[in-house]
Structure formats: C-alpha cells, structure tokens
C-alpha cells in the first residue's frame, strides 16, 4: 500500500505531472499552462485536443485517448524515448504500428489479446472504466474457461447454473 502523500508512478495524476513538467521545458517556446493561460490552447491544439481535455489530464483527473499521447510528443517534441515515456506512465502499451514488428508475438490462441491491449485497442481512458471492462474480460475468460472443462459434454457447467 502506497503511503499518504506518495507520489503515483502511472495513471492520470503521474501524465498530468509529466506532461506538465515537458511543457514547462518545450522547445522552441515553452507552454504557459497556467490556469487561463495560452499555453493549455495551444498544447490542445497542436495536440489535437480539446482545451477541456487537457485541462483534466493535467488535473490527473483522466487519460486521454493513446492517440493524443502520440500527439501530446509530437506537440512536446518529444524524440521516441520521451513518447515512451508518456505512454508508460499513462499505462498504455506502444501503439503496434510504431513497435518493432519483429519482436511481438502472434496472435493465437496460445497467445490471445490481452484484456490491457482490449481496452487499449477500444480506447478506453477511464480509470474506472477500464478497471471495469478488464475485470469483466477477465471474469468472462474464467467462465468460459470453466464451461470448456465440463465433463459430460453438455454445454455450460456449474459457471452458467450460478
């Protein structure tokens, strides 16, 4: 359990700091992202996000969706060390068309989606939203696991009875 006044290593409030913190340090001109300031205007547009979004992102209150943090980077200038950055602490795996296609593995069933790649893949930012729709993949995995293992060849088992 994290003690009181920790700092969080991913999630909204750890990318609002971040992005915050890039911002402060962008090049050629730094972003003013005080309250009413130009600077959050700005970043939302060359983002291409709402001023609305990025304020919440900053306030840790969301995520935005993967594709804004690819465009919060290019925004940032962000080389692809800083993009895995923010795509880390924001918790998303790299989008597969930027990753070494050499390296990931095949599809299969020995090898399925992820519940995280399903919610990365859906666009789902949300906290509580995705911790949700994780647990209920999750949750329909082990049913579905446990039907396939019936005995009596029945369709079902004692998952679909409860």
Do not use: C
Not at 58 to 67: A, D, F, I, M, Q
Not at 71 to 88: F, I, R, S
Not at 91 to 106: E, I, L, T
Request: aromatic share 4%.
């Amino acid at each position: 359990m994290r003690s009181k006044g920790s700092p969080e290593r991913t999630g909204p409030a750890a990318l609002g700091a971040l992005v915050a913190e890039l911002a402060a340090k962008a090049r050629p001109t730094p972003y003013d992202l005080t309250p009413g300031g130009q600077g959050r205007k700005r970043l939302a547009e060359e983002a291409g996000m709402s001023v609305w979004a990025v304020g919440r992102m900053l306030r840790g209150e969301t995520l935005p969706k993967v594709e804004n943090v690819y465009g919060l980077a290019a925004a940032l200038g962000l080389d692809e060390e800083g993009e895995k950055q923010l795509l880390d602490t924001a918790g998303y795996r790299q989008r597969p068309d930027r990753a070494n296609r050499s390296n990931r593995p095949v599809l299969s069933i020995a090898n399925p989606l992820t519940p995280e790649a399903i919610a990365d893949a859906l666009g789902i930012t949300h906290p509580f939203v995705r911790t949700m729709l994780i647990s209920s993949i999750t949750e329909a995995i082990r049913l579905q696991r446990e039907a396939d293992q019936n005995q009596d060849g029945r369709p079902g088992g004692t998952a679909v009875a409860r």
